[in-house]
């Protein structure tokens, strides 16, 4: 794909409202960037690639999301989250008629990142400068199919963002059919990944997880992705082959896999 013409990333660290942010080039792809938020790696961007995922867990994001909505163009999604908008932007490419509204806490790293890569314009992707539970509450019932919830303070989500109650708040905002997925990083111990699963089961009729092998096995901090639906959810075989043949392999779990690990976790509340 040709790189897009327009504004340029600068290299170096600049001042945040919350901090710092840092970008870098990425020395393995020509027109790859590297987005640091006070020290912690946040976001990769492929300026000439948008379908492009570094990031494993976004990869698995998009595997699911594309397994559910392959037929459709049409997609509503609320991230909360931004950082560099690869996910946003990655949607764009492959869903073009999806519209999209990412929930930045950080309004100068919002304007940073739309001055330095190519995102698509309202209403295709809309930042909305503001703190993701209260945007979430604020909005129409019904009025998304995909919720992705990936924010971090430090390593660590903040836990107003995690509990039953955000839940419900989520899953009031999406169709009868949407999907609430949650980017959960936890410590080999596991216990955040079973109280963040045991909560959204209790919301949802259908859960799945997805993570690498190292990371179900208890071996390593990382990522752990989690879903919740009422409509059935990771059904397609052709997405655990999918997942499975990425650079790093990683396992689906269904339902009654996703509840056995939750069993006897205490649900996260306000």
């Known amino acids: 794909m040709a790189r897009p013409t327009g504004p340029s990333p600068e290299i170096g660290e600049f001042p945040i409202d919350t901090g710092t942010c840092e970008l870098e080039p990425d020395p393995y792809t020509p027109d790859g960037w590297v987005l640091r ?19 494993e867990y976004m990869r698995w994001i998009a595997s699911l999301v594309d397994s559910r909505w392959a037929s459709s163009d049409r997609l509503r999604v609320l991230h909360l989250g931004g950082g560099a908008c690869s996910l946003a932007r990655r949607f764009a490419a492959s869903h073009p008629q ?53 924010v971090f303070a430090g390593a660590v989500t903040p836990p107003p963002l995690t509990t039953r109650e955000f839940t419900e708040a989520a899953k009031r905002v999406l169709a009868d059919d949407g999907v609430y997925l949650v980017n959960c990083g936890d410590s080999p111990n596991l216990a955040m990944a079973r109280r963040e699963a045991a909560t959204i ?9 997805i993570a690498d092998p190292a990371m179900l096995k208890g071996r390593r901090y990382g990522n752990v992705i989690i879903a919740g639906s009422d409509a059935p959810l990771g059904e397609d075989p052709g997405l655990t082959r999918e997942l499975l043949g990425g650079g790093v392999p990683a396992h689906l779990w269904r339902d009654a ?14």
């Open 257 to 270: 896999r996703v509840r056995t690990f939750a069993a006897g976790a205490q649900l996260l509340t306000d």
């Open 98 to 150: 999806a519209r999209q509204v990412v929930v930045e806490l950080d309004g100068r790293l919002a304007e940073l990142v739309r001055g330095w890569f190519d995102l698509p314009r309202a209403p295709l992707v809309r930042i909305r400068v503001g703190e993701a539970r209260a945007v979430t509450e604020s909005l129409s019932e019904g009025s998304r199919d995909l919720v992705i919830r990936d």
């Open 37 to 55: 938020i006070n020290g912690v790696p946040s976001s990769h961007i492929d300026l000439a690639d948008p379908l492009h995922l570094d990031f």
């Open 201 to 209: 089961a209790a919301a949802f009729t259908s859960t799945v997880i």
